[in-house]
């Protein structure tokens, strides 16, 4: 089973997002309703696993806390694979990050090891498919993005099915802060 650790980025961040999307001339568009930010990539597991990683984030303890999205960027260097949405640096989620690897690793599971860029993911591009020069434009256009703070109250661990159209993310339990 694929899994992943997220927060689900709130309705009206969502809206933001979305509209900013509709400005992108390029690209294949994340899904509004998949908008998250990744803590743990889990992952093909076996189900025992992913239970077993269910079994120890149940014991998360972790103060709620707000995020906010400061600003663009891209993966994958001179050839841009993926944009993003990226998330203003926070003392509080990088501990929450800590804690939920912490949690997976005494559980058996070993999440990828890849420094921590927090972000929502908002398209990818085709290598080759001549992004470059309109995906400049639309980050200059859109340099100074942000958003307002939003409340963090809880994390979830998802199921990730992947298809032709993008991945389906289906939750299978939240872990309140608090």
Do not use: C, W, Y
């Given at each position: 089973m694929r899994a992943f650790v997220a927060i689900l980025v709130p309705e009206d961040i969502r809206e933001r997002l979305e509209e900013l999307q509709s400005d992108l001339p390029v690209g294949r568009l994340a899904d509004?309703?998949?908008?998250?930010?990744?803590?743990?990539?889990?992952?093909?597991?076996?189900?025992?696993?992913?239970?077993?990683?269910?079994?120890?984030?149940?014991?998360?303890?972790?103060?709620?806390?707000?995020?906010?999205?400061?600003?663009?960027?891209?993966?994958?260097?001179?050839?841009?694979?993926?944009?993003?949405?990226?998330?203003?640096?926070?003392?509080?989620?990088?501990?929450?990050?800590?804690?939920?690897?912490?949690?997976?690793?005494?559980?058996?599971?070993?999440?990828?090891?890849?420094?921590?860029?927090?972000?929502?993911?908002?398209?990818?591009?085709?290598?080759?498919s001549g992004t470059d020069a309109a995906l400049a434009r639309f980050l200059t256009r859109h340099a100074s993005f942000g958003t307002a703070p939003f409340p963090v109250t809880e994390v979830v661990l998802y199921r990730s099915h992947l298809t032709g159209d993008g991945a389906i993310h289906e939750p299978l339990a939240e872990y309140p802060l608090g």
């Open positions: 509004p309703e998949t908008f998250h930010v990744t803590l743990a990539f889990l992952g093909d597991e076996p189900v025992e696993r992913i239970e077993a990683a269910h079994e120890a984030l149940e014991n998360l303890a972790a103060a709620p806390f707000s995020l906010r999205i400061d600003g663009l960027g891209s993966f994958g260097g001179a050839t841009p694979k993926t944009l993003f949405a990226a998330i203003a640096p926070s003392a509080s989620l990088d501990s929450l990050q800590r804690k939920v690897r912490s949690l997976l690793h005494g559980a058996g599971i070993m999440p990828d090891r890849a420094r921590f860029r927090p972000h929502v993911t908002l398209a990818r591009f085709r290598p080759g």
